[in-house]
């Protein structure tokens, strides 16, 4: 039985997302042969290839004649005004300023690789690189890459579609409409994808949704593996899944519902054994047209879960090298409203010693020792017991984490943890205002935050505060107060994530959209993750008025 893992475009690769590793490291612990492709880092490197490029111009000089014939807008149904932008972006690469595009095709994935290693880019190379990623995409407009530098975070945006049952379908099957088709057949060729038995495709957030899928059923035409997928994106939107019975057997054989370190193992194993699927847990599968739910299954001991396996990543391909590792399930906290946590896991922390174990098994396997901690919140007993531990050994490493605000982190606490390795941490403000954190029931105190900011920057530690704006019912005034809270503390915030606020299904939320005067709410799109809907107070344009006004930065909005 040969199992393999993909994790899809397209994020920034900022470093290897843990869900593969976590899911490999279980399977090899089994004695299941199991190898992982990251195709997101090879995507992003492989279309800014000169190979590629240069078939990319061929295509649209093909496409675009001398004269700029149009597309069938008909079948584009893109506006006019986007139509003519398209000329000039065809005449600006292919017939004014072919010598751009030729130096461009030779330097991008060099510059690309440069900047990985160096996190540093040139006004003149960050010019190149985003020419060729527009470039790569151009024979398949409206479809753009967004891609930011200075934030880590890239994304495709096609304004066709808005992630119902009609566009996946529009677009999985359209080779002229989406980029990776093609990309697919040549890659599943390439990395021998015929000769596994079970293929696993990760899609953690909604802009992985229509590659994945794309990726999946091109798996089911050219294989004869069974087809699993799964992730964070996949549970929140099950329901939506549940409901078209024909995307099972035509894009996938079985879906894997929340914590998926027991369930993948025990499907293997069902599958090598030819055992009987309805035994199993935190799978949806279809049987006689009819679609089956298999309760989700609970790990209920972190401490049994065996260390991710990174057997087949380069860790120099990425913007860092570090491990993200995960050694709580859950929130300690769970109480704050618009979080979804809470109802799609239940709490879970691995023991300190165990941790620590993990730590010296990765670093003496592959030699890296930067770990990013992606607990929701790292309980503070522990993370005094890990630091302890690792002081103790005398482990060297460095290690980022999530931390909430607690009344009970002193400077003693921080310089501890300074001590053993804490290089920065994530701090989960929301917002300055008193009200609007009584709301989103956050739970600190922003005197106590104030003083806890200021003493984690003092022990040396790197701090990233996580704002969100336009909180339902939160006013200018509002506002105002965490901007005057950020000018007091600023000096000592490496970094702010300004966020403005969505609604996401099955966050707690819900069950207050009369006191926070929510209404309206309807589903952004089938197999979307989040909600429109109207609310009360500061509009989005003011609020980011303000903000800029203020120069409080504005990272993205989720």
């Not at 919140?377 to 482990?395: G, M, Q, S, T």
Request: net charge positive; hydrophobic share 35%; with cysteine.
């Amino acid at each position: 039985m040969k199992v393999l893992l993909i994790h899809p475009p397209l994020i920034f690769p900022y470093s290897i997302y843990s869900a593969v590793p976590i899911l490999m490291g279980q399977l090899q612990a089994n004695k299941i042969k199991t190898n992982a492709v990251d195709m997101n880092i090879e995507f992003l490197n492989d279309i800014i290839s000169p190979k590629y490029l240069k078939n990319t111009v061929e295509i649209l000089k093909k496409i675009y004649k001398s004269n700029y014939s149009d597309l069938p807008k008909s079948e584009y149904q893109i506006s006019e005004e986007n139509f003519l932008r398209q000329k000039q972006y065809i005449k600006k690469y292919l017939y004014d300023n072919i010598n751009v595009t030729k130096s461009l095709i030779n330097k991008a994935q060099e510059i690309f690789k440069h900047y990985i290693e160096n996190k540093k880019l040139t006004d003149n190379e960050y010019k190149t690189l985003t020419l060729a990623f527009s470039l790569a995409y151009l024979p398949y407009f409206p479809s753009t890459l967004n891609i930011n530098y200075k934030t880590l975070h890239i994304d495709e945006n096609n304004p066709q579609y808005n992630v119902n049952y009609k566009d996946i379908q529009d677009y999985c099957k359209t080779p002229e409409r989406n980029i990776y088709y093609k990309y697919f057949e040549n890659k599943i060729k390439e990395i021998h994808a015929n000769k596994y038995d079970i293929i696993g495709i990760t899609i953690p957030f909604e802009f992985n949704l229509l590659p994945s899928l794309t990726l999946s059923r091109l798996l089911k035409q050219h294989t004869k593996a069974k087809i699993i997928i799964g992730g964070v994106q996949v549970s929140l939107t099950i329901e939506s899944f549940k409901k078209y019975p024909e995307l099972f057997n035509e894009y996938f054989d079985v879906i894997l519902t929340g914590e998926g370190e027991k369930t993948i193992v025990d499907y293997v194993k069902c599958v090598e054994h030819k055992q009987d699927i309805k035994k199993i847990h935190g799978i949806v599968y279809k049987e006689n047209s009819q679609i089956i739910f298999n309760d989700t299954n609970m790990c209920n001991d972190i401490n049994v879960i065996f260390p991710p396996s990174y057997d087949n990543f380069k860790f120099d391909k990425y913007y860092y090298q570090e491990f993200n590792i995960e050694f709580s399930k859950g929130c300690y906290w769970g109480k704050c409203i618009f979080c979804y946590t809470k109802e799609i896991k239940k709490y879970y922390i691995k023991n300190p010693i165990k941790a620590v174990d993990y730590i010296e098994y990765l670093i003496k396997k592959y030699k890296i020792n930067r770990f990013y901690i992606i607990d929701d919140a790292l309980n503070l007993n522990f993370a005094e017991k890990f630091a302890d531990e690792i002081i103790r050994r005398n482990i060297n490493i460095s290690w980022l984490a999530f931390l909430r605000l607690e009344k009970t982190i002193t400077k003693e606490f921080l310089i501890k943890l300074k001590k053993s390795g804490l290089c920065a941490v994530f701090y989960g403000l929301e917002s300055g205002s008193e009200r609007i954190l009584k709301l989103m029931n956050k739970g600190i105190d922003l005197n106590y935050s104030k003083q806890i900011i200021k003493d984690t920057h003092d022990a040396g530690i790197d701090i990233t505060l996580a704002l969100i704006y336009c909180f339902p019912t939160e006013t200018k005034e509002d506002l105002l107060q965490t901007i005057n809270f950020i000018k007091e503390i600023k000096d000592y915030i490496y970094f702010i994530s300004n966020c403005k606020f969505n609604l996401i299904k099955n966050s707690p939320i819900l069950n207050h959209k009369d006191i926070l005067k929510i209404s309206n709410i309807k589903p952004k799109g089938e197999f979307s993750a989040y909600l429109l809907f109207d609310r009360e107070g500061i509009s989005d344009a003011e609020a980011e008025k303000l903000l800029r006004e203020n120069n409080v930065p504005y990272y993205r909005n989720f």
